[in-house]
């Protein structure tokens, strides 16, 4: 995360929880440690925190990776892998579930429980 976009995050924390009590010292910590995050991350961590908390976060509850973002990107993987069989399957190459002899719905259920183990 750019330096700039990490300020501007610890001022949206800093305002949300009037009561935190942070100094010049503890402020630029933070900022070191948000430049060091995943910005996409940390914004969507800080958005939730900010929804579901009354309590300021600490470090670790801002730069973690979001689960949420993670499930999204594994969403958007399968479904177009999903097209590219789609694709497969209009092609002479028989698509995978014919191949294995099952059902097409069959197929798709074991690979959206495959993808699912992946994000555990």
Excluded: C
């Amino acid at each position: 995360m750019e330096r700039e976009d990490a300020k501007k995050l610890f001022r949206k924390l800093a305002a949300s929880y009037p009561n935190w009590k942070v100094d010049k010292g503890i402020a630029e910590i933070w900022i070191e440690e948000l430049e060091e995050a995943d910005a996409e991350h940390a914004w969507a961590n800080t958005k939730e925190h900010i929804r579901e908390s009354k309590f300021a976060p600490t470090i670790a509850d801002i730069v973690k990776p979001n689960a949420r973002i993670d499930a999204d990107r594994e969403i958007e993987r399968t479904r177009q892998y999903l097209k590219e069989q789609e694709e497969r399957e209009k092609s002479t190459v028989p698509p995978p579930w014919v191949e294995e002899g099952i059902d097409k719905k069959v197929w798709i259920k074991r690979e959206m429980a495959k993808a699912k183990e992946r994000l555990k």
